[in-house]
Structures are given as structure tokens and as C-alpha cells.
């Protein structure tokens, strides 16, 4: 069965960054992404300036297959992304959104994305840490909770496959214990 995360680990990730620094501010905005919106850490790492709808609250996430859909950008996650551009996102000519901390200053690499949440999650108190692909696992999760249609769920997680999404059931124990009693 696939690991997930609670919704109180999932917040103690999110607070295990100080957003009273740069570094911390963008870490938190990269945790909020994932943690909310569900990408992966590839995505995250290639979003770009022109990626992000301010106005329409969109954001254009480029997924496998060089597939680009517009998600909704939720206002927790415009505000993490907002503060970090505002104060803590060096001057660089590169339209990466999230960028290294040091020179050469260019797009985070997938393995930089996961490694902020396994960080993040050490600072948590979390044993053993994680990486960025349990907050997806923990976003679907969370929403099987809450009753949400696994068609829904797979939209939101972009699969293309109904049967990859159908992984992310096998962690809802209630519900399957429900389904066997029947």
C-alpha cells in the first residue's frame, strides 16, 4: 500500500519552514504546492514567471508528456508563492519560478524539490522523513477521506490512467473494510 501522511504531518511540514527567510519562504511555498495542488516534484521545479495566472488565478503546470493544463491556483498557495517572489527570490534573469540559493542561480532540479520536503519533514520530527511524493499521496488520501470521486481524484492529480488513481483508494482502510463486510 502506498505510505500517505496525516493532515496534521502534512501541516507540520508546511511549519517546519521559516518563512522569516528567503530560503524559508520559498521552501514553504514549495511545500504548499505540493501539498495542495498535488505536483510533482518535476513540475515544481519547471514552473515559470509566465506559468503563473495572476489574474485568472490559474496556474499552467507542464506535466508528463509535455502536457500543459491550467489548474485552479487556490489563495494559500498565490500568497506562499507571492511572499517568496516579493521578498526572497533573487534578481536572475532565469524565469524559473523557484530558483538555487546560489550562484550559478538557475531552476531547482527535481531531487532539490524532494529533498526541501525530506528536510522539512526531519525538522517535523517525522522518523523516517519523506519526499515530495507522499504529499501527493497524502492530498489524494485526504480527499478519498472527504468523499471525493476517484474521477475527481484523478483530474486532480492530472492521471490519465483511472487505474493509477485507483492506488491512491488501497490507503482507505474505513472504506474497504466497508466494501468486504458487503
Not at 48 to 55: E, H, M
Not at 87 to 112: D, H, I
Request: hydrophobic fraction near 50%.
Amino acid at each position: 500500500l502506498p505510505a500517505t501522511l496525516s493532515s496534521v504531518e502534512v501541516e507540520a511540514i508546511l511549519a517546519a519552514n521559516d518563512r522569516a527567510t528567503a530560503v524559508g519562504r520559498r521552501n514553504f511555498a514549495i511545500v504548499m504546492i505540493l501539498a495542495r495542488l498535488g505536483l510533482r516534484a518535476a513540475e515544481v521545479g519547471a514552473l515559470r514567471l509566465d506559468d503563473v495566472n495572476w489574474r485568472a488565478g490559474e496556474l499552467v503546470v507542464w506535466g508528463k508528456a509535455r502536457r500543459d493544463d491550467s489548474l485552479p491556483l487556490p489563495t494559500d498557495v498565490g500568497e506562499a508563492i507571492a511572499a517568496y517572489l516579493a521578498a526572497g527570490r533573487p534578481e536572475t534573469p532565469c524565469r524559473a519560478v523557484f530558483v538555487t540559493c546560489f550562484a550559478p542561480l538557475q531552476a531547482l532540479a527535481p531531487q532539490s524539490v524532494s529533498k526541501i520536503v525530506y528536510d522539512a519533514s526531519r525538522r517535523a520530527g517525522m522518523d523516517p522523513p519523506v519526499c515530495s511524493h507522499r504529499l501527493r499521496h497524502a492530498l489524494a488520501t485526504e480527499m478519498l477521506r472527504h468523499g471525493v470521486a476517484l474521477g475527481d481524484i484523478s483530474q486532480v492529480l492530472r492521471h490519465r490512467d483511472l487505474a493509477t488513481t485507483a492506488i491512491y483508494a488501497k490507503v482507505d482502510h474505513d472504506a474497504l473494510r466497508g466494501l468486504a463486510v458487503a
